[in-house]
């Protein structure tokens, strides 16, 4: 049963560039989130998604960045015109319905020049 | 607001030794209360989860934690650490739709 799969893991872009990260759940998993990582410090939420539906979306900074979770195909978490402030470790995680544990990928570290 | 807080950035011991990690939380209603540990370069992994039940809850690698309401706390414990242990440790909590995770606490486990 494979984890959650995240591409690329690294990922470097001049500032102005887009920036798209991919996550694929875990098989049978319906639920994705997507986090935030500086270095040395927790993990900030950003969103929350379900097929086609965006379900919390209030950790996510209002310009720039947006998400997807298509009927068919990975979750997309996008990034427009980058900044240096972007680079950071972002983390995709994929959970079961109800309160369960969150699973998840190994990260896109996002480098911006 | 709902929250986890871990007082300590850095815990150390020496390897054998009984290790505790703290986290103390603040909720209205009932917490959903989770570590997970995170490996250099890696993604987090869950250990434990408190739901319901019994307070002490028994995880991977040997972890447990025990669940206070009393306190309001939730500390990760193993009666003999590793340095393979030597990790950073994430307590966080379920309040609605996201989980909400604390600052961290790195575990160093010295031989």
């Known amino acids: 049963n494979a984890g959650v799969m995240q591409n690329p893991r690294h990922l470097v872009r001049r500032r102005g560039q887009e920036a798209r990260l991919r996550c694929s759940p875990m098989k049978g998993h319906s639920h994705v989130y997507w986090y935030r990582q500086l270095p040395e410090e927790g993990l900030k939420f950003m969103v929350y998604?379900?097929?086609?539906?965006?379900?919390?979306e209030s950790g996510m900074p209002k310009e720039r960045f947006s998400a997807e979770f298509p009927k068919e195909g990975p979750s997309i978490l996008r990034i427009q015109q980058v900044v240096r402030g972007d680079s950071a470790a972002y983390f995709c995680a994929s959970s079961r319905a109800g309160v369960n544990e969150q699973y998840f990928g190994p990260g896109t570290r996002l480098t911006v020049t | 607001a709902q929250s986890v807080a871990q007082p300590e950035d850095q815990v150390n011991v020496a390897e054998g030794n009984p290790l505790t990690v703290k986290c103390t939380y603040s909720?209205?209603?009932?917490?959903?209360l989770f570590w997970y540990v995170q490996y250099p370069n890696r993604g987090l992994q869950f250990l434990l989860k408190?739901?319901?039940?019994?307070?002490l809850v028994k995880g991977s690698y040997g972890f447990e934690a025990e669940f206070n309401k009393s306190q309001t706390s939730f500390h990760l414990k193993k009666p003999s650490a590793l340095v393979s242990d030597s990790a950073l440790y994430f307590c966080a909590i379920y309040p609605n739709n996201d989980m909400r995770f604390g600052a961290g606490t790195r575990l160093t486990v010295k031989p």
């Open positions: 998604l379900q097929k086609e539906n965006i379900i919390d």
């Open positions: 909720v209205s209603g009932n917490p959903y």
């Open positions: 408190y739901i319901t039940g019994d307070n």
